[in-house]
């Protein structure tokens, strides 16, 4: 007899975080204020989106139920972390707290 078990879910991969070898990007280079930062976010972008513009998150946080995920970037002017929190399925912004 066959069970009526939802299939298991899709692992979730998170993004790679910063790496010592990464490159400079525009945050990195001081070349976004906070506002076209804001602003960006505000679009609810992809992940890859964010990443193409803000680097790799500096650590990645998911939650035991998966909905969704948390990408922290450390901020030394804060001596504190802006997060971004992302859909796991569609992975794309939801949210965000972005100080300065």
């Known amino acids: 007899m066959m069970g009526c078990a939802p299939p298991p879910p899709d692992p979730f991969i998170p993004p790679q975080t910063k790496l010592p070898t990464d490159g400079p990007n525009s945050l990195s280079e001081g070349l976004l204020t906070e506002y076209d930062i804001w602003e960006f976010l505000g679009e609810y972008p ?4 964010v990443v193409l513009l803000l680097g790799a ?8 139920e998966q909905p969704y995920y948390i990408m922290y970037y450390y901020r030394s002017q804060l001596q504190d972390f802006n997060s971004i ?10 949210g965000y707290e972005w100080d300065e």
């Open 46 to 49: 992809s992940e890859s989106d």
């Open 57 to 64: 998150p500096d650590s990645v946080w998911a939650s035991d």
């Open 85 to 94: 929190e992302l859909n796991t399925k569609t992975r794309k912004v939801t």
